[in-house]
């Protein structure tokens, strides 16, 4: 028993840590949490002991570690008192122990992303419980004996949990299920007991809240083109372009105009996952292409981004710089020369846009040297 205590304890401690630690690396996709619930399981140990709803709690660490995966390490017991008609006596019976599930968020399966309002979540775990039964007036007897002399219960676990966002960092939650629990007692008429169990709680979860981008001339550009689209249409492409008038530039000949150097930026979105160029980009990157021929020595620059609510970090560096790769070829294959054109590809490192379906973009600007 001791020694279950201390194994308990240590595993509390270490998830505890490495929570810390998680929040330190939640913008690479793992999002640590706590949780406390309290609600009600119904007891089923042996015949002739009289069976009903008792109260229950539990204390969770864990972390998502995808959108769609996490884990969770439980402390929970139950307490109830009950007549014993086989021995004729009241008895005070509980159960304490702790558990490790994992979590599957079926919500995130087809859509990945953190934050959705409401998630469907399967919990399936294994733990240890241990089992402490008195007998009244029979105070020498401290324990039920069971048909191998033990006190430790295997347990499994098979529930769902709806998750409802209250807050960026506050959960709802809402759990059902069934423990499994083997109790060995040799007056049951069978080994394992199916528990059923319901729960209500809160859960915290670690991580700020994604600051809006610093605004630099590319983030002005693109907003800019963002506010034109708008007041347009949504399938109107988002082409911005700035061109100052020629200013009056005097000189000992008389007054001589001179054209500054103009400048166009495009953004060109993707549907999740993928990185092939759409008909309707294609045609804005022919006007693009049209520009830059127009335009003796302009150059351009192609920049390509994944959404933070998608994938992990390898997965996201690697569509990005596909997206940046397809929008520079249907460039080429438009007319433009290879070597006016630079590419890069930020994956999900940096998000332009402060929603996070629009980080699915290649961000092209021309500029005219």
């Known amino acids: 028993m001791r020694n279950f205590k201390k194994l308990l304890m240590a595993l509390v401690a270490a998830t505890l840590t490495v929570s810390a630690n998680a929040q330190t690396v939640d913008d690479e996709g793992i999002r640590p949490f706590i949780s406390l619930q309290g609600g009600a399981t119904r007891s089923y140990l042996q015949e002739g002991i009289n069976r009903k709803w008792i109260p229950m709690g539990a204390l969770s660490f864990g972390a998502y570690f995808t959108p769609a995966i996490g884990a969770r390490i439980q402390a929970n017991g139950w307490k109830w008192n009950q007549d014993n008609t086989i021995v004729g006596k009241k008895t005070k019976n509980l159960f304490y122990g702790g558990m490790v599930d994992m979590m599957l968020n079926l919500s995130n399966i087809s859509r990945p992303r953190y934050g959705k309002p409401v998630n469907v979540v399967l919990i399936g775990g294994f733990g240890l419980h241990y089992a402490e039964t008195k007998f009244e007036n029979l105070p020498g007897f401290n324990g039920l004996t069971n048909d191998k002399d033990e006190r430790v219960c295997p347990n499994l676990r098979g529930a769902l949990q709806v998750d409802i966002k209250l807050s960026h960092n506050l959960?709802?939650?809402?759990?059902?299920?069934?423990?499994?629990?083997?109790?060995?007692?040799?007056?049951?008429?069978?080994?394992?007991?199916?528990?059923?169990?319901?729960?209500?709680?809160?859960?915290?979860?670690?991580?700020?809240?994604?600051?809006?981008?610093?605004?630099?001339?590319?983030?002005?550009?693109?907003?800019?083109?963002?506010?034109?689209?708008?007041?347009?249409?949504?399938?109107?492409?988002?082409?911005?372009?700035?061109?100052?008038?020629?200013?009056?530039?005097?000189?000992?000949?008389?007054?001589?105009?001179?054209?500054?150097?103009?400048?166009?930026?495009?953004?060109i979105h993707f549907t999740i996952g993928r990185s092939a160029v759409t008909a309707q980009n294609k045609k804005m990157l022919a006007q693009m292409a049209e520009w830059v021929k127009a335009h003796e020595g302009a150059t351009v620059s192609l920049t390509g981004y994944a959404d933070k609510g998608t994938g992990n970090a390898t997965i996201n560096q690697k569509i990005s710089r596909q997206r940046v790769e397809a929008v520079k070829a249907e460039l080429i294959r438009q007319g433009v020369n290879a070597s006016r054109i630079t590419t890069d590809a930020k994956g999900d490192t940096v998000q332009p846009f402060a929603e996070n379906d629009q980080n699915r973009v290649v961000i092209a600007i021309c500029e005219e040297k």
């Open 171 to 267: 959960a709802l939650l809402a759990e059902g299920g069934y423990h499994i629990v083997s109790d060995h007692y040799g007056v049951s008429a069978t080994k394992g007991k199916a528990w059923p169990y319901a729960m209500a709680g809160i859960a915290y979860k670690f991580g700020k809240k994604k600051a809006k981008p610093a605004p630099t001339a590319a983030n002005y550009l693109m907003e800019t083109a963002e506010n034109q689209s708008a007041n347009t249409s949504a399938a109107t492409p988002v082409v911005t372009e700035q061109t100052e008038k020629p200013q009056p530039q005097p000189t000992a000949l008389g007054a001589v105009e001179i054209k500054k150097p103009e400048t166009t930026t495009q953004n």
